[in-house]
């Protein structure tokens, strides 16, 4: 099997502005160069990720009835093993020092972002001929949005056909400027349809756990903290972290919904993956055990889930970090003057 090498220079742009075509201050934000190197076949992946003196090694190996992935990074080892009859895999992460076990932290996943993020585009434009890398990649975004209070040693447990994808709920190009898809999404179950002698599950639609309209997309990240913007109306978005709120029920960026921590090369949206994102940025830290159910079922949908094809979308204007963030003009939504995004309303422009 023939064997290819990549070398790229990833340029990673925080928080920055738009294009001067439109009128308003461009945001602010810093550059950096990041190195991605990739040896890769169909059987078998090695990507070498640098990022201003972090480095991350990762292995993967594709055989008949099984899959192998191993991390190395910041001292620590994880590795991965699926099984691809069953769909069950398992994890564990350790100290590369002495094998103790160990627990991701903050910076670990900061790390497993940018490394997603960085392998963005060398995954849409090579997975289809490596299975390898098309593991790899599903590794790391599995790792990217692991908690750091669940255990790294983990079976995960599942069956090939239980993912419950929500690809015809995602917005595209193509969709027409005015059609808008809304998914709701919820976690704590804080408020429950029937009794003990009578449990029919959550009440989705009345409860301040939930989120009625979640929009799902490739939308960028916000400049807040938690990258999501969120808003009472479908015209009044601004990006902050509400807690557990009544009446904040639209959401939108950030990739709301992908299979992931964040943004990056893999497109698959499932039900899992959406409350889970909804359970992280409604209150919750990524940290915290109140959302380590829905993880469970997002990090195996992360694994094994199709990806929604067509989804990705030109940005022309990304207003998140200036002065316009929030508080865009009304004149540039759906004028087809180019696709906005960090408004305080979702710009049609972007699904023409």
């Known amino acids: 099997m023939s064997q290819k090498r990549i070398w790229l220079v990833v340029l ?30 169909a059987d078998q992946a090695t990507v070498t990720f640098d990022r201003e003196g972090e480095t991350a090694v990762a292995e993967a190996n594709v055989y008949p009835e099984s899959m192998e992935m191993t991390l190395r990074m910041q001292g620590m080892v994880l590795t991965m ?15 590369e020092e002495n094998g103790e076990d160990t627990q991701m932290v903050e910076s670990d996943i900061a790390l497993l972002l940018a490394f997603e993020a960085a392998l ?27 908690s750091e209070v669940m255990p790294l ?3 995960f447990h599942g069956r090939l056909d239980r993912s419950s994808s929500l ?40 409860d301040n756990s939930t989120t009625s309209y979640v929009f799902m997309s490739m939308h960028p990240v916000g400049s807040c903290s938690d990258d999501t913007y969120f ?7 601004s990006c902050y972290e509400p807690n557990h709120p009544g009446g904040t029920e639209y959401a939108y960026g950030a990739c709301f919904g992908r299979c992931g921590g964040s943004c990056g090369g893999g497109t698959a949206f499932t039900r899992d993956c959406v409350d889970h994102d909804q359970c ?29 094809g067509g989804v ?33 309303f979702i710009d049609g422009d972007c699904f023409r």
């Open 12 to 41: 990673v742009m925080a928080s920055m502005g738009g294009c001067a075509a439109q009128t308003g201050e461009p945001g602010t934000g810093s550059a950096s160069a990041d190195l991605l190197n990739m040896d890769y076949s």
């Open 81 to 95: 093993t699926a099984d691809r009859a069953t769909g069950v895999f398992d994890v564990d992460g350790f100290a």
């Open 120 to 146: 963005t585009q060398p995954y849409l434009e090579h997975a289809a001929e490596s299975p390898a890398l098309d593991f790899l990649n599903r590794a790391i975004t599995a790792w990217s949005a692991y």
């Open 153 to 155: 040693t983990r079976v």
């Open 167 to 206: 690809c015809a709920n995602v917005n595209k190009p193509g969709q027409g400027v005015q059609t808008k898809r809304w998914q709701s999404a919820t976690h704590d179950c804080a408020s429950t349809a029937g009794d003990c002698s009578n449990w029919t599950g959550c009440d989705r639609w009345d």
């Open 231 to 237: 808003g009472g109306t479908s015209t009044s978005f």
């Open 280 to 308: 992280v940025r409604l209150g919750h830290a990524l940290a915290s055990f109140w959302c380590d159910d829905e993880l469970a079922g997002a990090t195996w949908d992360a694994l094994w889930a199709g990806n929604c």
């Open 312 to 344: 990705n979308f030109k940005v022309d204007y990304n207003w998140a970090g200036s002065s316009s963030e929030g508080s865009c003009p009304d004149s540039w939504n759906g004028t087809n003057d180019g696709c906005d995004v960090g408004c305080q």
